[in-house]
């Protein structure tokens, strides 16, 4: 999986760009404000559909235009190449996609061929952030590898909806909540065990990163299932059914899941420097690729946006050498060139870009030392 060409139009600052980028490591040179955070939102909205920065997506469309277009075409194996356009447009209340030609049923469809991983300066936030993001982190995982998950996961939500409804309604009869009870407890558990599996997964090669990243920390990746260990997800829901309808809404359950990093039996965040901090949460996101890679044989496109912030060289170097070594496509941003021209192994397959007031060139690499 890889973009061959990239073409964007009126998107941010960006009037036109039109790319193709290498199959391996790109990577984006410009001076703050350039368009380089920009770039790797353009590519993120193809697989996701929104943007990490902002909540509106017309914010995406340039001040001076009326709509953004970004089209890529994707190649999906030797033979095979998608195209994926997707347009917003200030008029519109919907953001116009085209894949293969077609309208796709649902953005899911975009997330499966093209799964994108963020790494930039919020990276670290992933550790002290809210539950819900580390959930969403994980089922991004479980959803690329398990085909069954999302079945699962929409069923499981549509009965929490029901439950919760049924919870402030007031008086509850004991034979529907029972109904959405059994149909909870079905999924949940489900879910909860491709979670598990999953995780059992990934942590070989979470650990393998994290040694090179953080050598002679030892470390341990917790998951917290939503509810009792004692209990199945049936009895738990039972047995909190008074206090849910007091508080009007379903407390137990793997929608309160959680996975927790502790390093020398300290939480992540509270020992770790926030370098250290972001090196953890990308040993993560790279173990998801690896792993996505391992069960799937789908590569996952790496953002990483402005690379040697806070890392030292050493840091920087073994980051690099990391990418270099797995097999997904990267799209590197910084500032500065020779922070970003050391620790390759093969310097001469890295494709070098310009980014100037909106506008990305090709640019090999020379050292201004
Ligand atoms: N919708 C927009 N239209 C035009 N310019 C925009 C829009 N949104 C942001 N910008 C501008 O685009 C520039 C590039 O931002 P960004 O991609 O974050 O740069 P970089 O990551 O290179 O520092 C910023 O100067 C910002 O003010
Ligand atoms: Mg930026």
């Given amino acids: 999986m890889a973009i061959q060409r990239l073409s964007l139009t009126n998107f941010r600052n960006?009037?036109?760009?039109?790319?193709?980028?290498?199959?391996?490591?790109?990577?984006?040179?410009?001076?703050?404000?350039?368009g380089k955070t920009s770039l790797l939102e353009a590519i993120y909205l193809l697989s996701l559909v929104r943007s990490f920065r902002s909540k509106n997506i017309t914010k995406l469309i340039n001040h001076s235009a009326e709509q953004f277009t970004v089209f890529a075409q994707i190649k999906a194996d030797a033979t095979t190449a998608y195209s994926l356009g997707i347009q917003r447009k200030h008029q519109e209340a919907e953001t116009e996609i085209l894949f293969r030609g077609q309208k796709p049923a649902g953005v899911a469809e975009l997330t499966a061929t093209l799964p994108v991983q963020l790494i930039n300066p919020d990276t670290f936030r992933l550790l002290e952030g809210s539950p819900k993001e580390r959930r969403q982190f994980l089922d991004w995982g479980v959803f690329h590898v398990e085909p069954s998950f999302m079945h699962a996961w929409k069923r499981f939500q549509r009965a929490l909806k029901q439950r919760n409804s049924l919870?402030?309604?007031?008086?509850?009869?004991?034979?529907?909540?029972?109904?959405?009870?059994?149909?909870?407890?079905?999924?949940?558990e489900l879910i909860t065990a491709y979670r598990q599996e999953y995780l059992a997964r990934l942590k070989p090669l979470f650990a393998s990163l994290l040694a090179r990243f953080l050598a002679s920390q030892a470390f341990v990746l917790n998951f917290q299932r939503g509810w009792d260990k004692n209990l199945s997800l049936a009895e738990s829901l039972l047995a909190s059914r008074v206090k849910d309808s007091e508080q009007g809404f379903t407390q137990i359950g793997p929608q309160r899941a959680d996975i927790r990093v502790a390093i020398n039996g300290y939480a992540a965040m509270d020992i770790l420097s926030r370098g250290q901090q972001k090196l953890v949460v990308s040993a993560l996101k790279l173990a998801q690729g690896a792993l996505l890679s391992e069960l799937r044989n789908k590569q996952c496109v790496y953002l990483i946006d402005d690379l040697p912030a806070e890392l030292d060289r050493q840091h920087r170097m073994i980051?690099?050498?990391?990418?270099?070594?797995?097999?997904?496509?990267?799209?590197?941003?910084g500032v500065d060139a020779d922070a970003l021209a050391e620790g390759w192994q093969q310097p001469k397959s890295i494709s070098w870009f310009h980014v100037e007031h909106g506008q990305i060139s090709p640019k090999p690499y020379l050292s201004t030392k």
Avoid: H, Y
């Fill in 167 to 188: 919870l402030r309604r007031g008086r509850i009869d004991p034979f529907e909540i029972q109904l959405w009870e059994n149909e909870l407890a079905i999924n949940g």
């Fill in 14 to 34: 960006i009037p036109v760009a039109d790319l193709m980028p290498a199959a391996g490591i790109n990577v984006f040179i410009g001076k703050n404000g350039s």
């Fill in 319 to 333: 980051f690099c050498e990391v990418l270099e070594q797995q097999s997904g496509q990267v799209f590197i941003t």
